[in-house]
């Protein structure tokens, strides 16, 4: 019998079919006006990190005697308190906001996913033991999370991206695991299965190409979270450390000065906003294209 | 329905408890322990160091440590603050009405703003009215929260000087309340609006499309009562679901807009806990917003339940 959840998984095999190759895909998100606009913002940021160290003009920690200078004299847009270059700040923040949260959603998803297969194909006692650990973690609000474990470890990079992966985990694991559950009733693994394939190869032939599409939305969606999360806690000091830039702490120390001039609040502020609309426009639209099933659902 | 309840009542069971291991397990992530951390090179005397580990049970067996704890817990005692000596829970009671007060503002502000907004833009789908709301939204989703405060702070604030910038109003009226109520209430609400105004957009939508309300129109209704009765009162169904979920989240995003504008509530002394290294303040504190969250939704839920006949069949 031919169910609902069949058809559709049909249709989205089909249509990942044609996807496969980076070109389709890329033609079919810049087909769609938002898409290529979302594509267009994450290609930007991700050219500014990764080129800041060419193309910034000033070093990002050297001071100068314009302290909080206007934008368009010496530097193009304005300069903080101690007379650093907003600009190569906000470049050099890129790096740091994009590092911290490429790092972060790729180690969560990592992990992530590989807790959903388990869980989605084997079920059974892997099931048990892992759905509801990560059904609890994601009842967590997830800044308060993230805050308990830097509390706990201290501020700085490396555990600010600990606190931030295990707060990531669970969103994958579970987009994982109901999708290997769907998979795993399909015509086709139970014929692997008849013909004799091993657990590890099935998973790798088809639970884990089916799931590509979800994973692809989810890391998306998830990187414009983490970028959001990672501001967050620079803004409470709780992030990446001084001198290094980072977008959270330029803004929680431009706020002290916003008197004087709101530059240095303005351009941190407006280079998140930037990017997590990028990240999630960019997101939706993979949604839309990829797997029609998720269409309208919010994110946590 | 008292079946439904009861089962409800039970799976969140599990979850409190999750959740209550998982914040005793956070802090004991702390390299070292809690007494070397808030030593530190200050003492450094060992047999001082060693008291001090008796005195906080930090001596026993971790399971027992565990159990000592969480039988506290059910008593309702979270600890004692290590800085000013208070029972944490004391503490949490003081400040909590006034998070609350922010948090209920932020609802209000974000049903104010999103319904209306939400009605508005399905009712006059792909007109401009409805594409400035989905732009406004969009870009609302992605606003942090924080960075919006500071903006608000500067135009209302320090440029026109019409509302203070910080803090809480002191014994002062009502209206002084509003005052200092108003900017990190709107800080708060505006993306759970954005998020509501495309809830409300979509639900609106799908409910237009529905054979009911093609019927009423059939039957020659004013547009004006079918919008009323037919489509917004079951449009709105999952968005006041989604509102009290949102509540829970609000708690949370408390957080940090209490840091902005320096308002007293649970989400300042979590971060004055965390720089003072008061663990017991930190812990309890962010388990008690959990805690918090968890049975909003639960009783959102049972809501939900109660106002969806579908789901009380299990369907």
Known sequence: MVTEVDTVTEVQARRLGRLRTAGALLRQLTRDKVGAVGLSIVLLIAAAAALAPLIAPYDPTAMSNQRLAQPGGTFLLGADEAGRDLLSRALYGARTSLAV????????????????LLAGFYGGFLDAVITPVTDIMFAFPTLLLALAVVAARGPGTENLILALVLVFIPSFARVVRGTAMS??????????????????????????????????????????????????LGYLGLGVQPPQP????????????????????????????????????????????LDPRLRGRTNR | MLRITLIRSLTVVPVLFGISVISFLVIRMIPGD??????????????????????????????????????????????????????????????????????????????????????LS??????PLDAVARVVSLIGLSVPNFWLGILLVYVFSVSLGWLPSQGA????????????????????GASLAAINMRMTRSSMLEVLNQDY???????????????????????????????????????????????????????????????????PVVQGTLLFLAFFYVLVNYLVDLVYTYLDPRLRSGH
Not at chain 1, 251 to 273: D, Q
């Open chain 1, 101 to 116: 949260s490429l790092v972060v959603v790729g180690c969560a998803a990592a992990v992530g996913v590989l807790l959903g």
């Open chain 1, 183 to 232: 998979v795993r009733r399909e015509p086709f693994v139970e014929s692997g299965q008849a013909v004799g394939l091993s657990n590890a190869r099935l998973i790798v032939k088809y639970v884990l190409p089916n799931s590509i599409a979800p994973i692809a939305v989810q890391f998306t969606t998830s990187i414009a979270y983490a970028i959001l999360i990672e501001a967050s």
């Open chain 1, 246 to 289: 980072s977008w959270g702490s330029m803004l929680s120390n431009g706020k002290a000065f916003m008197e004087l001039s709101i530059w240095p609040s303005v351009v941190p502020g407006l280079c998140i906003m930037i990017a997590v609309l990028g990240f999630n426009l960019l997101g939706d639209t993979l949604r839309d294209v």
């Open chain 2, 34 to 119: 809690v007494i070397s951390s808030i030593m530190g090179q200050d003492f450094g005397d060992p047999a001082v160091e060693a008291e001090m580990r008796r005195y906080f049970g930090l001596d026993m067996p971790v399971h027992e440590q565990f159990f000592t704890w969480f039988g506290d817990l059910l008593r309702g005692d979270l600890g004692t603050s290590m800085r000013t000596g208070q029972p944490v829970l004391d503490e949490i009671l003081q400040r909590l009405p006034s998070t609350l007060l922010l948090a209920i503002s932020a609802l209000l502000v974000a049903v104010l703003l999103s319904i209306p907004l939400g009605i």
């Open chain 2, 122 to 127: 399905a009712t006059r789908r792909n007109g």
């Open chain 2, 169 to 188: 109003s002191e014994g002062g009226g009502l209206l002084d309340n509003v005052r200092y109520l108003v900017l990190p209430a709107v800080t708060l």
């Open chain 2, 213 to 279: 309300v093609r019927t009423a129109r059939a039957k020659g209704l004013a547009e004006r009562v079918i919008m009323v009765r037919h489509a917004l009162r079951n449009s709105l169904i999952p968005v006041v679901t989604v509102l009290g979920i949102e509540l829970g989240a609000l708690l949370g995003g408390t957080v940090i807009v209490e840091q902005v504008f320096a308002w007293p509530g649970l989400g300042t002394m979590v971060i004055r806990g965390i720089s003072q290294r008061d663990y």
